[in-house]
């Protein structure tokens, strides 16, 4: 019992230290090791160089199915659930490989990073507890993000049907 939580102690930093330095909240990193809240702090400083933010996660289910968040989501999870069923690695490992490679795609693609690593956490509970769900799009088949308990029969995504707020400037509005 010993030797073998050092050995996974050794693998729970290393996994804190990815965490970090994609970019996750201290809640994340106590969810996912079992490190205590003094040395994650302490890990964390050491990282970044700063005090871990403090408070709650202001994410609510909601922002997954604004319109930006949602193609920025969708296209994270889709990454996620091609590792998940093609691989045995658990969960987090596929969180930080799909989060990677969601960070390739944008930079090639040269656009904004939406999507932080502690949204895509919690966009992964929200999907294990049924509060999202990924449908596929009427038009283009591609899955997307949606609320569980909306009626989704024709779902038509954010990219087949942009809205017409989005990419206007202000000066059109006033
Ligand atoms: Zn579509």
């Not at 939580?5 to 079992?34: F, H, M, P, Y």
């Amino acid at each position: 019992m010993r030797e073998k939580s050092l050995l996974s102690e050794a693998k729970q930093i290393q996994l804190a230290t990815d965490l970090i330095k994609l970019g996750a909240r201290l809640q994340v990193l106590e969810a996912n090791t079992e490190l205590s809240r003094e040395r994650l702090v302490r890990l964390y400083k050491e990282i970044k160089g700063v005090s871990p933010p403090k408070g709650m996660l202001p994410y609510s289910e909601d922002w997954f199915t604004s319109w930006q968040p949602n193609v920025h989501s969708s296209l994270f999870i889709n990454i996620y659930n091609f590792i998940i069923k093609h691989t045995n690695i658990y969960p987090i490992d596929a969180i930080i490989k799909s989060y990677k490679l969601y960070l390739e795609h944008i930079e090639i693609n040269r656009l904004q990073r939406v999507l932080s690593l502690t949204r895509a956490w919690t966009l992964v509970r929200f999907l294990e507890s049924k509060v999202l769900r990924v449908i596929p799009c009427t038009k283009c088949k591609g899955n997307f993000i949606v609320h569980s308990l909306e009626i989704h029969s024709n779902h038509v995504c954010g990219l087949c049907n942009i809205p017409s707020r989005a990419g206007k400037t202000k000066k059109k509005v006033a």
